[in-house]
């Protein structure tokens, strides 16, 4: 109950600021959802050119990009911390977060999340809905609870691996560029793998988990010859990342010695 109510006191106060200048939150809305759209077009004009890709079709391609918009949604929304090495660790603010009693990654989490970015899930929902009736699959009555429980993973999954790669701002102000580089790799994942190399798929399976934030969670779904247990390991991959991330984090909040002066 202490963390709902500072969430939702932190959600007034994000929708009182944002609403001061609508005009701007509706462009940043808009925005975003013409750069998902993009995407989708790409998908299209890709398929104008071939009937199908690794053996997908059109339609199951847009139904894991549809999935790929869920959790990436959820994620944007909560794991925004794209400038805390500038922000936090060179001009000092963590020394601020850290006075307070609530556990300091929640409270970043918090302070800046964007809840405008759940429109881009709202909008993978859709695109999964047309999907799933051009593919007349049967929808049985477990799915929306497997759905969830697919979701929880690949958000699980995003934050363990953005989390860890935060937390080496605890140990270096120097800019990596490892956050743009993620950013492509994760893309990979709204492909099927069979598409790639062994080493690509191997790599996107172990290493950087970004397949079980697409494809093998929305395989369930279509069945697929990507075996159930795949899919079924999106949560125990995500909760194994997202444990690991938070550990790191903590590792590097013990090293953590102040902004100095």
């Known amino acids: 109950m202490y963390y709902a109510t500072i969430f939702w006191d932190y959600t007034k106060t994000y929708m009182k600021t944002r609403m001061t200048y609508r005009a701007d939150f509706i462009i940043e809305v808009l925005t975003n959802l013409a750069f998902q759209l993009m995407n989708l077009l790409f998908i299209i004009v890709v398929f104008q050119h071939t009937s199908f890709l690794g053996g997908w079709s059109r339609e199951e391609i847009i139904f894991i990009y549809g999935y790929f918009m869920l959790p990436y949604g959820v994620f944007m929304t909560f794991f925004n911390l794209w400038d805390f090495t500038e922000r936090y660790i060179v001009k000092g603010e963590m020394d601020r977060i850290l006075t307070r009693p609530a556990y300091n990654l929640v409270q970043l989490m918090l302070e800046n999340m964007n809840p405008s970015s759940l429109f881009g899930s709202l909008t993978g929902m859709l695109i999964m809905g047309y999907a799933w009736l051009q593919l007349d699959v049967t929808l049985q009555w477990y799915d929306p609870f497997v759905l ?114």
Not at 232 to 250: E, R, S
């Open 148 to 261: 969830l429980l697919f979701v929880a993973g690949s958000v699980m999954v995003y934050g363990g691996i953005y989390i860890s790669i935060t937390a080496l701002s605890f140990f270096s102000d120097a800019p990596t560029g490892i956050h743009a580089l993620m950013w492509n790799i994760q893309n990979y994942g709204r492909y099927p793998v069979n598409i790639y190399n062994k080493v690509i798929r191997f790599v996107l399976t172990w290493i950087l988990p970004f397949a079980f934030v697409g494809i093998y969670p929305s395989a369930f779904f279509l069945d697929k010859e990507v075996t159930t247990l795949f899919s079924f390991l999106t949560p125990v991959v995500g909760l194994a990342f997202l444990t690991m991330g938070i550990l790191i984090w903590n590792f590097g909040v013990r090293k953590y010695r102040g902004a100095g002066s």
